[in-house]
């Protein structure tokens, strides 16, 4: 202060006490204050460290339980005295092997990918929390609806202390088995409008987003682009297109319709059934087509397989 600078403030560490608390994952821990630094707790322009204020934060919330990084060991045991002299009993604390990414340390931002751009990409929240409350345990991540049934589920003994790794496809994929379960009722708000019901229940199980459903309007009510097809699978959809004409529509119209070119053109597999899903839906896979042609309709079917067999 003689020299005109602003002190910075610490924390004195009580030197005659121990450290020591059961950690909810890395069991016993034990610290010599005499071996740590009193920490700084204000910087020399007055601003804060987020030592004690947290500390402060948790007492004043009721904080029961720290949860964090292996790598804030010391840290906690140094705001464990801040708690005994502010008169607190410290919270239970638990410490967890640090994520990894598949290219090493996990920072905030999924290599090129931001949390903000994964959520506007369409995963569920729980999709992601799912997989945060299992990760780094001895049990295999499962999709969870609410975070009451991740609750009910979470035990800190299953946790290990190898470091953890952590990737977006499992999110994924999780996303995905979410996603085959959720009723219209849950999704109804975020479908366009005009689809049904009947729309959701059967495209759900090809989806692995909520978003992608809006991709196969067209296919169901709509229009698509005829696809390109070589001259031997023209001929298949125009004679299909004729075939379909005759079709009685409320008789298994697909089973009827495969059935009967495969004995007028001697095709079979997928040469028969993938030139016909292409040209009716514009898409390589999908739904069972038997439920698909049904929902299409016989007059959108037709046109789709005419203007494909012209393309």
Known sequence: MPEGRAPHWRFRLDHDRPIAWTDLIRAEQHFDPKLLSDPVIRREDGSWLYLLPSVIDDIDIGITHIVRGEDHVSN????????EALGAAAPEFAHEALLVAAEGKLSKRLGAIGVDEVRDGGLEPMALLS?????????PVEPAHSLEELARDFDFA???RAPAQFELHEVELVNARLVHGMSFAEVRDRLPEGATQQDWELIRPNLTRVTDFAAWMPVLQGEIEPPELSHEERQLVREGASTAEHLDWSDEPWRLLTTQLKDSTGRKGRDLFHPLRLAITGRDSGPEMAALIQRIGKERVIQRLSAAAKR
């Open 158 to 160: 299953t946790f290990g």
């Open 131 to 139: 997989v945060l409350a299992r990760i780094g345990t001895s049990r």
């Open 76 to 83: 906690s045991a140094i705001q464990i005295q801040m708690f």
